[in-house]
């Protein structure tokens, strides 16, 4: 008898059989024993008792009716489950990664190159955006232990397949904000500042909002305020970032808004100055 999966001969252990190779297990030679001697009856699992190792007997005939197929959709059904059970999600948006997978699998989406482990945090990622949770590329890549990039073009990937490109169009940029401004002690009226910054850039020049770029917004309002006692090094580790990568982009802010430095200036007054100039010219 050789394996249905890999065609490699089985072996017997103790009172099954498995594959030396992949590990499946074979019950169909005890099916066909047992079928001998209950021919009224087809069902492995129904002629069972209750005497020593009926359980996992009736176990093997389960497993021994679920096609290579069928196996595979119930481990990824775990794997989206695993990875869903990560992230604080509605039931709904759990149900959809499930969904998604499916729909993928039967549009012929996934190749062997993609592991079980890429599509479905690639999918959760989807999902997240797609409900606008506040969770960002990175986190979902340290959570998953996922490399971002990988994550970031199956996802688009899948979100093309599945007509859901308008997704990754928007961004949850006010949830983000206060997500990390609460982490930071910050009140509404500077999460709101980090808003109207953000949205201002924007009309100048549009930008993916990565964490190292909100959080040099975060620190260019915080370079605002009248007393500054956020640095950049706090911020850094709130959005799990280095600080360079801070500075970097808050010097980038200053290039776009044409300025040198923001001391004297509150947010409102950076905007409304700069469209004033804009008026002028």
């Known amino acids: 008898m050789r394996c249905e999966d890999c065609q490699t001969p089985v072996i017997k252990y103790d009172i099954e059989y498995g594959c030396p190779n992949c590990g499946l297990v074979h ?5 066909n024993k047992l079928a001998d001697r209950h021919k009224d009856n087809n069902n492995l699992g129904s002629i069972i008792g209750k ?20 196996r595979t959709m119930k481990k990824a059904q775990f794997y989206c489950n695993v990875a869903s ?3 604080t999600m509605c039931k709904a948006s759990k149900l959809t990664i499930n969904e998604y997978y499916t729909k993928l699998k039967r549009k012929s989406v996934f190749t062997t ?15 997240l955006r797609e409900y606008n949770y506040s969770y960002t590329l990175k986190e979902v890549s ?3 232990e996922i490399p971002t990039k990988r994550i970031s073009k199956l996802s688009r990937l899948f979100a093309r397949s599945l007509s859901k490109s308008y997704v990754f169009s928007t961004s949850n940029v006010s ?3 206060e997500k990390f401004c ?28 990565t964490s190292a770029y909100l959080a040099g917004i975060v620190y260019c309002v915080e370079t605002t305020q009248p007393h500054k006692i956020t640095t950049q090094n706090n911020i850094a580790e709130v959005f799990n970032v280095k600080p360079l990568a801070v500075r970097t982009n808050y010097k980038k802010i200053l290039s776009k ?6 001391f004297g200036l509150t947010i409102n007054d950076i905007i409304e100055g700069i469209r004033w100039q804009d008026q002028e010219v």
């Open 51 to 70: 005497e020593k190792g009926a359980y996992k007997l009736r176990r093997l005939a389960l497993t021994s009716k679920i096609s290579s197929e069928e």
């Open 175 to 177: 949830s983000l904000v």
């Open 113 to 127: 190159s993609m592991t079980l482990e890429e599509r479905t945090s690639a999918i959760t990622y989807l999902v």
């Open 257 to 262: 808004l044409e300025i040198k430095n923001t």
């Open 27 to 31: 019950s169909s030679i005890l099916e």
């Open 142 to 144: 340290k959570k998953l």
């Open 85 to 87: 059970a990560e992230f």
């Open 182 to 209: 609460l982490q930071l002690d910050k009140d509404r009226k500077f999460m709101s500042d980090c808003v109207s910054l953000y949205t201002y850039l924007e009309n100048i020049e549009s930008r993916y909002p």
